[in-house]
């Protein structure tokens, strides 16, 4: 029992990545660790808006059952942004015969997990958050003032260190709040969009990596509105200026700890290889999770800073994969196509399920590319929401990664959300994203 709780929540991750569950008295502790409070398995297949899918069998066919809200093990987690005692309980779902339940994202990351296990393996994952800060305080979002001069920011600032120190009140609590909630940010930098900045999170065994990165954006968002801002991991929340994305690096180690990409050299070896074909294989019919929303494909466009291309290379960000330098003891891929609205479970899950799938195949990935991949002719994702949609349906790539009721029950939100969305203008869109991505 924590003491002197005000309010304690549990939550789990709806299919966009947003937290879903209940807030309950603090006398409530014992029966939240135990595993008994109960919320209806269809609330973590609600649209954007946390509305109902239409014709969800999770809702009317079945009777819209309950499941059990599973603590992660993680523990209760400080919400600093909210009071210095006001906590959440990180759940998963389990059905009513307390098996998992397979429309839960993170329950997608766990599947894949178990293949690795399987082979003696854990996968470590590391994660480079970007975002916004943003001034909302008007009709529309605008650049973010300069704290210490009070007027807008202009333009690209990269790495700077005077617009970091600008912000320090509100980069000093996002620290604190990381340390509290046992976060392992790192580096801070001012990134190339006006107001965009990136927290690179150290790198943990995988699922454990997931849940910091959900937990951080929250935080993020709680953060920025005690410092008068709003925070945003739109991809694109102003046209013209950078995209936001949100980067993985990903190692595999075997039971003695040996990193399993390593071979001595700088390419790596053949399991690496592996790996990275089975990426690039399942990286077009991966485009929904990596682009989960209308406006995600705002970002998908040439010259933007994004990678468009299905391609790899040593050392060279304009590719879809990056295989960074470093000692060959720390071999690792890192994965550069998703925005920043993405839900990191399922980003996580399509990633290394796609990995694992090479690996097992020996797939073989075509040459490295070097120079500028937005020169170079190579297969391009998907660039509208429409054909994304029906690609992850149909390819039987994501069916040997996702259970079928995970795909199913994506599918039916992301075609609501679409047919919704289109009623919206879109100089309005932002009134839907950009605190809920």
């Known amino acids: ?32 660790e135990n595993g008994a409070v109960r919320m209806p398995l269809s609330v973590l ?62 329950r997608a990351l766990e599947r ?19 975002f916004y800060l943003v001034d909302d305080s008007g009709e529309t979002p605008v650049q973010v003032k ?65 849940d910091n990165a959900w937990l951080f954006k929250t935080m993020v968002k709680g953060i920025a509105r005690q410092h008068n801002m709003a925070a945003t991991f739109m991809p694109k929340p102003f046209a013209g200026d950078a995209g936001t994305g949100l980067h993985v690096h990903f190692s595999v180690v075997d039971r003695a700890g040996n990193n399993v990409f390593d071979d001595g050299s700088e390419e ?22 990596f682009a989960p929303h209308g406006p995600s494909y705002d970002r998908i466009v040439p010259g933007e800073h994004a990678p468009i291309s299905v391609c790899w290379g040593y050392e060279n960000r304009t590719a879809a994969i990056r295989i960074p330098a470093g000692p060959p003891a ?36 075509p040459a490295p590319i070097t120079g500028n991949a937005y020169e170079s002719e190579h297969p391009e994702l998907v660039t509208n929401w429409q054909d994304a949609i029906d690609l992850f349906e149909t390819d039987p790539l994501i069916a040997d990664i996702f259970h079928p009721r995970l795909i199913e029950n994506l599918v039916m939100t992301k075609r609501q959300e679409l047919r919704l969305l289109a009623e919206i203008p879109p100089e309005d869109h932002w009134m839907t994203y950009l605190e809920t991505v």
């Not at 550069?336 to 690996?359: E, P, S």
Request: hydrophobic content about 40%.
């Open 45 to 106: 297949n609600v649209d954007i808006w946390g509305a109902d899918i239409d014709n969800n069998p999770l809702v009317f066919e079945t009777g819209d059952r309950d499941g059990y809200m599973q603590p992660t093990g993680r523990g209760a987690v400080p919400m600093p942004w909210l009071s210095d005692d006001a906590y959440l309980m990180p759940a998963t779902m389990l059905k009513e015969d307390q098996t998992p339940f397979e429309g839960d994202p993170r």
């Open 268 to 289: 790596g070896n053949d399991t690496l290889r592996h790996a990275v074909a089975g990426c690039l294989e399942a990286m077009r019919a991966s485009t929904l999770v």
């Open 1 to 32: 029992m924590l003491p002197d709780l005000s309010s304690l929540r549990i939550a789990a991750s709806d299919l966009n990545g947003r937290m879903r569950g209940k807030r309950l008295p603090a006398d409530f502790m014992r029966k939240v």
């Open 112 to 130: 894949v997990l178990e293949r690795y296990a399987a082979k003696g393996w854990e996968v470590r994952a590391a994660a480079e958050m970007e």
């Open 330 to 365: 720390a071999r690792r891929i890192e994965h550069r196509i998703a925005g920043g609205d993405t839900n990191i479970y399922l980003h996580l899950a399509a990633v290394l399920g796609a990995a694992i799938d090479g690996i097992e195949r020996k797939a073989t990935p």
């Open 146 to 210: 300069n704290p210490r001069t009070g007027r807008p920011l202009v333009g690209a600032n990269i790495l700077s260190l005077a617009e970091l120190d600008a912000f320090e009140p509100f980069f000093n609590s996002l620290y604190r709040a990381c340390d509290m909630m046992d976060i392992p940010a790192q580096t801070a930098i001012s990134e190339v969009g006006t107001g965009q900045f990136e927290i690179d999170i150290n790198h943990r065994e995988a699922m454990e990596a997931a």
